[in-house]
């Protein structure tokens, strides 16, 4: 069945739509963090902004896309951070329900547009053209970008669960694991299911 929505997915119209979105969300992700990036001391500024760093990597793989082309490194970066810093954002909003009894428009907004960076990270999976050396070089990226989170506490500010740093450390390595295996599921294994794009003239 999903299959189906593949010629819809492959439409310059709709990759282009989507290219805009993403740089509209990135550019919003980036101001988002300001007030924790002015807070952190410089050597840390590239690892602060996750979720945007995220979708700045699939504004490469759909730009490549459009022109006909593949950027595997893109592409083994945007399944694997995309899938991770999208269902983080999801967890922990959830988790701060749980904890406050209170859930704004804002967390549902974070919710749904996390969740929908995940999503199309793995949709465009049969397009990805990646080799062993860049799931490996991604899934460093993520692991190392975890270290710097819970190591230096540098992670994103949710002050309500300040209290469960240790757990939401142990939750984020599993789900880092979970998101690599589901980069190589979607975009490496041999049997996996892949499609072409048309080249642009």
Do not use: C
């Not at 979708?55 to 793989?61: A, E, N």
């Not at 945007?78 to 991770?84: P, T, Y």
């Not at 199309?120 to 899934?139: D, N, Q, S, T």
């Not at 599921?185 to 072409?196: D, E, I, K, N, Q």
């Amino acid at each position: 069945m999903i299959k189906k929505l593949y010629p819809l997915l492959g439409n310059r119209s709709i990759l282009w739509l989507l290219l805009w979105v993403n740089v509209l969300g990135t550019a919003y992700g980036y101001y988002w963090y300001k007030w924790q990036l002015v807070d952190t001391p410089p050597r840390f500024w590239l690892f602060v902004p996750d979720s945007p760093t995220a979708s700045l990597f699939f504004v490469f793989v759909l730009a490549a896309l459009l022109m006909g082309r593949n950027w595997p490194l893109m592409e083994a970066l945007a399944i694997v951070s995309l899938v991770k810093y999208g269902l983080w954002a999801v967890a922990m909003n959830l988790m701060v329900y749980f904890v406050s009894g209170q859930l704004d428009w804002i967390g549902l907004m974070l919710m749904a547009s996390h969740f929908s960076m995940a999503v199309e990270g793995v949709l465009y999976a049969p397009f990805y053209r990646m080799k062993p050396w860049h799931l490996i070089v991604a899934a460093v990226v993520v692991l190392h970008n975890e270290m710097i989170d819970y190591v230096f506490m540098m992670m994103p500010r949710y002050h309500t669960l300040d209290l469960y740093m240790d757990q939401i450390g142990y939750f984020t390595f599993w789900l880092s694991i979970f998101s690599i295996a589901v980069g190589y599921y979607f975009g490496l294994r041999p049997s996996r299911f892949h499609l072409s794009l048309k080249r642009s003239r």
